[in-house]
């Protein structure tokens, strides 16, 4: 595709904003790099990710407008506060098939030099079942607790980038009812609440257009982690991950074959053309939407490859809209027909 492979090095270098006074081939006089840059992608620390997965399962099942969820997002919220992040709710009512329901998607931004913004995001609920104990170990708590140290990675760095980051976590992604279009319709579809609700946020707020790249980060902690790509996703957006992931050493992760999943809280910004990609392993995750999608599941060193690929990538997502200025993807509409 259109994306240059590079050596791992040469991340270090992708978050200056001016070139070197001298060439970079001058710097093969001495035996490594002058000044190098810090290493970004090594502060990702998968053992706090996976802290972050024990605290979230320590609360119990955390589905939309519960006193369990509540206690998820008083959580995530005070960690990213406490890596001097700006934290924001987005608060909203959802009509359910079990009725009204309250929720929030949780917001933290990480200023950029420019509007140009790019989202970094998961679900935080986990789906409701009567009669099981569902606690989502990679359902999403593997997906927050990666964002949550992204955040934090983030946080910590000094030079500002380029492009503004978000990190967004959607509340209601699950559908209340047990299949994913058992009820609802068309106009109101009972899942994705909070992605759909974010993106009329961001109509409202004029910031659909800025919003040039949306990662979604959804069941990665499996600890046989395998990525295939979403057929649905931006090709674009996805090859700048898959191909960083391999440049990383992660070609045993980030695989060809289709992982056919389609949906997700990634849809709705397909749907306003906003390119967005899907990190998923749903296939040949045996423990979905099961009582045994438990914390034995996970791995930290799963959430550590995603989350050193997701922070190395950054930067060249921003350097290729620059340069290529992609245009607005199609709508779900036009694709389907
Ligand atoms: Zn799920």
Known sequence: MTVVLVAPLLFWGCPKENPPSKPRATVSKTTRP?????????AFNGERAMDHVKKQIDFGPRPPDTEQLAKTRAYITNELKSYGLAVSLDEFTAKTPQGEKKMANIVAEIPGETKTLILITSHYDTKFY??????GANDPAASVGTLIEIGRVLGSQKEKPKATYRLVFFDGE???CEGWSECGDEENPDNTYGS????????????IESTRAMILLDMMGYRNLELGRDP???RWLQDIIWQTGRALGYDKVFLDRTEGVGGDDHEPFLAAGVPAVDIIQLTSYPHWHRADDTIDKVSAQSMRIVGETILASLPKITEYIIKNNPQKVPSMKTIQE
Request: hydrophobic share 40%; aromatic share 6%; net charge negative.
């Open 196 to 207: 759909r609700h974010y993106v009329s946020q961001l109509h409202a707020r004029n910031e």
């Open 174 to 176: 699950e559908s209340i």
């Open 130 to 135: 009567k009669d099981m104990s569902f606690v």
């Open 232 to 234: 649905l996703s931006t």
């Open 34 to 42: 002058i000044d190098p840059p810090p290493l970004v992608v090594a």
